[in-house]
């Protein structure tokens, strides 16, 4: 079996799966990978199921050491590793001989790496997943929430991995300016008109105020008209406006419910994308619908199967 012992790492390192579900009605949250699609192809890359346990690797800082041969797969952002010193691009499966270091540097392009090992690290499942959540204490190499630190094992629940390359062109680009599909609902039909119109015809600037729990946009300010509402669920990306009308997407550690109205949601592949982006890179939003969104996941998702 591969072993890993962590020779670095930073509060940004966290082991993460597909999430929890089923218990949001409980108060906690679905944790999980914040760019799903990396640590899908991450897995695919292995032979591995979608949504087997890896590391999430967010800005870099992060280098480990094989006890053994290890074979294991990179997705997601460039953040220029290396092994042994000698560069190492994302979108592949490779083998980390005995004594060998990967390290993660920098990023260069996107914000967000994927390592995976043969059928996904092994961690306490709590809940039915070892998503680390810090707020709740959940998930992680310990049960507890806690991140990745120096001097930790991994293994692997596998003992081999498939040797493969993600083609170029099912390689996602993190390009400038990406568009966020957002499926228009909620009380989108109480904000302004031009609210409206600033919303899908504005750059927005991903602010520093940005974690796993929500990322706030900053624009023009939106105006709610609506009555009060009263606290509801939340929806993965969904798209909150406070009283100061910059608009906050919510991502995988968000609260279960809120009170602040709500222009719609980003669609699955949309989160993915936002995920990617560093602080202080512009955005823009396109409306869609809910039909278009699900043909556009079902289409990805029979091209990952295939």
């Not at 890359?45 to 294991?72: F, H, M, Q, R, W």
């Not at 005995?98 to 790496?113: C, D, I, M, V, Y």
């Not at 406070?242 to 709500?262: A, C, E």
């Not at 592949?269 to 556009?296: F, I, Y």
Request: charged share 15%; proline share 7%.
């Amino acid at each position: 079996m591969s072993h890993l012992v962590i020779q670095a790492s930073t509060p940004l390192c966290l082991l993460q799966d597909a999430g929890r579900f089923g218990v949001r009605h409980l108060g906690v949250t679905q944790g999980g990978a914040a760019d799903w699609l990396s640590m899908a192809w991450a897995n695919w890359l292995l032979g591995n199921s979608p949504d087997a346990a890896v590391i999430e690797v967010t800005l870099g800082g992060l280098s480990v050491v094989a006890k053994v041969d290890c074979t294991l797969a990179l997705a997601g952002a460039d953040l220029a590793a290396t092994v042994d010193g000698q560069p190492l691009k994302p979108w592949r499966s490779f083998v980390l001989k005995q004594g060998q270091t990967l390290a993660f540097t920098r990023p260069l392009s996107g914000a967000r790496a994927y390592l995976a090992a043969p059928a996904g690290f092994v961690a306490p499942q709590v809940l039915g997943s070892c998503a680390t959540v810090a707020r709740e204490q959940l998930g992680g190499p310990d049960g507890f929430g806690r991140g990745l630190v120096a001097g930790d094992e991994l293994t692997c629940a596998g003992r081999a991995g498939q040797l493969r390359e993600l083609s170029c062109e099912l390689q996602p680009v993190f390009s400038a300016n990406p568009g966020l599909d957002v499926v228009m609902g909620a009380q989108m039909g109480a904000f302004s008109g031009q609210s409206t119109f600033d919303a899908f015809n504005s750059a927005w600037t991903l602010d520093t105020r940005a974690d796993r729990m929500g990322i706030r946009l900053l624009g023009p300010a939106l105006v709610y008209q609506g009555a009060p509402m009263i606290s509801e669920g939340i929806p993965l990306g969904a798209i909150q406006v406070p009283p100061d009308g910059q608009p906050i997407v919510l991502l995988n550690d968000r609260q279960t419910i809120g009170g602040y109205p709500r222009l719609g949601a980003l669609t699955p592949l949309a989160l993915a994308r936002l995920a990617q982006c560093l602080p202080g890179e512009g955005v823009h939003m396109r409306p869609t619908t809910q039909e278009a969104a699900q043909r556009q996941h079902v289409v990805f998702m029979q091209r990952f199967v295939a």
